[in-house]
């Protein structure tokens, strides 16, 4: 029950996947948001597999690895923050002018590299199996609390997608474009850095 708390509470906190299901909803719809959600969940099952195997040992032997993964996600989300900043000026199509979603593997692989342009839950996964999951535990069960981390990721972010995608929080959106865009663009910009910094 412990590790399935600590991985709810991994998945709800604000990040970049947060902030593209947000957007992903807001902009495509439900099913291309839904999409994205589990390229998400696919995203974190690879860092949490990761860190099942030793990552965050590697990261203490070969710290420049991390400081590279580290550079390559930060660049990756400010790349993300700088195309939403760019294109806040632009209207919105509406009605039958109104722009068709990406396909399900475009929507799937931004939620993909999303959630792996962050190595900060390589760490997080770390630690949370280290405090809650004892050595010499079958691979079995290893692979059940993986599908609960790719669960609690994909309906989280789903659920967020699904709030942003209701006419009444698109219709505001449409009003206020160019505002919530730039906020968007400005907080994937502020988690580069920080991932950058840190």
């Excluded at 009444?168 to 950058?196: M, Q, V």
């Amino acid at each position: 029950m412990i590790f399935v708390g600590l991985v709810v509470f991994a998945a709800i906190s604000p990040g970049p996947a947060v902030i593209m299901s947000a957007r992903t909803g807001l902009t495509e719809g439900m099913r291309t948001g839904f999409l994205l959600s589990l390229g998400i969940g696919a995203g974190a099952v690879v860092w949490a597999s990761a860190a099942m195997f030793g990552l965050n040992l590697v990261f203490a032997v070969a710290p420049a690895l991390l400081w590279a993964l580290k550079i390559g996600g930060a660049a990756y989300l400010l790349w993300m923050a700088w195309q939403l900043w760019q294109g806040a000026t632009s209207p919105i199509a509406t009605g039958e002018g109104r722009s068709v979603p990406r396909s399900g593997l475009m929507a799937f692989r931004l939620g993909l590299f999303t959630q792996l342009a962050n190595p900060k839950p390589a760490v997080m996964f770390s630690a949370i199996f280290l405090g809650t999951v004892p050595q010499g535990t079958p691979l079995w069960i290893y692979l059940a609390l993986l599908a609960v981390i790719f669960a609690a990721e994909t309906l989280w972010n789903t659920l967020v997608a699904r709030i942003f995608s209701l006419d009444r929080t698109r219709t505001r959106y449409i009003s206020l474009k160019t505002i919530i865009d730039r906020s968007f663009g400005g907080l994937l910009a502020l988690l580069g850095i920080k991932i950058a910094a840190t």
